[in-house]
């Protein structure tokens, strides 16, 4: 009796490690699918990032694992280099976005002067883009500098992942971008430019088309990937009104294509919000 005890026993917790296991395969936790080093971030984004806003608040008490993450960007070159392109874009973007995130963490709560900008404005943090450095691939680098390692990819879609730390810039998503996923990423980060309007405006009733000035801050790389030939249903629009067609056409609506390809509508760039993307104390009004 005692023997057959001891074998169901056993056949239990073999059966119970399995079905563990199973289960733990349906579901991976955050960072199971990511480049090692991105795990961290992955992990970060998870918990802190929910529909392109960031609890700061609460990421500034773990500020820890933020800082542990961009001290691991300081990878030898002779390794970045062996790394396929799709993870070495991967590493810039990431590095991008969390350099952002401990430069807004390191002066939470934001409290500006400046009157060009929103009081809680990334904006207000003085050299934020153009002076505050970073240590990645052992180089001092600024975020303006990280920004164009990023666009000497020649992958627009690159560009609007970056979340500046503003609305008005990429949507920060709850998971880091990958070398296995990087391609199907891109993709829906283009399709949510389109339907958010800090990044584009289909405005039928007065006949424009308005988009964020990012495409005119990085118009030579837009316009080099982007704007080439003329288009058949857009006859003589500039190369950068090109690169904007071309970028958005895949996602409008069928409503607003039809009313692109009347080809009388005006493209004008809106202004860019520059309010914080923090989540803590509710969703800001846009």
């Known amino acids: 009796m005692a023997r057959v005890t001891v074998l169901t026993i056993a056949s239990a917790l073999v059966f119970g490690l399995a079905v563990t296991h199973a ?15 991105q795990a961290p971030l992955d992990r ?12 700061y608040r609460a990421l500034k008490s773990d500020r820890a694992k933020i800082d542990r993450y961009v001290a691991s960007l300081d990878v030898p070159q002779a390794t970045y280099d062996k790394w396929p392109k799709e993870q070495q874009l991967a590493f810039w973007i990431n590095a991008y976005n969390g350099c952002v995130l401990q430069t807004i963490v390191d002066h939470y709560p934001i409290h500006g002067r400046t009157p060009e900008y929103p009081p809680n404005s990334i904006r207000q943090i003085p050299g934020a883009f153009e002076r505050l450095p970073h240590r990645v691939l052992g180089k001092t680098l600024t975020l ?12 627009p879609q690159a560009l609007l992942a ?28 283009a399709a949510e430019c389109v339907q958010r309007k800090e990044c584009v405006q289909v405005e039928m009733t ?39 067609l071309r970028l958005i056409e895949p996602y409008i609506l069928p409503t607003e ?3 692109l390809k009347q080809n009388s509508f005006k493209i004008t760039f809106h202004k860019f919000d520059w309010r914080l ?10």
């Open 277 to 286: 993307n923090d989540l803590t104390g509710g969703v800001p009004d846009r």
């Open 44 to 55: 970060l984004l998870d918990v802190y990032v929910r529909d392109g806003f960031v609890y």
């Open 144 to 155: 303006d500098e990280i920004e164009k390692d990023v666009a000497q990819f020649k992958d």
């Open 162 to 189: 970056l979340g500046r730390g503003a609305i008005g810039g990429g949507r920060l998503h709850s998971e880091a971008y990958t070398s296995q996923r990087l391609g199907e990423q891109l993709k829906g980060v």
């Open 206 to 244: 007065t006949g424009t088309l308005s988009v964020s000035p990012l495409f005119s801050w990085r118009e030579a790389m837009f316009i080099e990937t982007l704007g080439g030939a003329e288009m058949k249903d857009y006859p003589g629009r500039s190369p950068i009104e090109r690169a904007v």
């Open 257 to 259: 294509q039809e009313f």
């Open 23 to 37: 289960v733990q395969q349906e579901a991976p936790p955050p960072g199971t699918n990511v480049d090692a080093l």
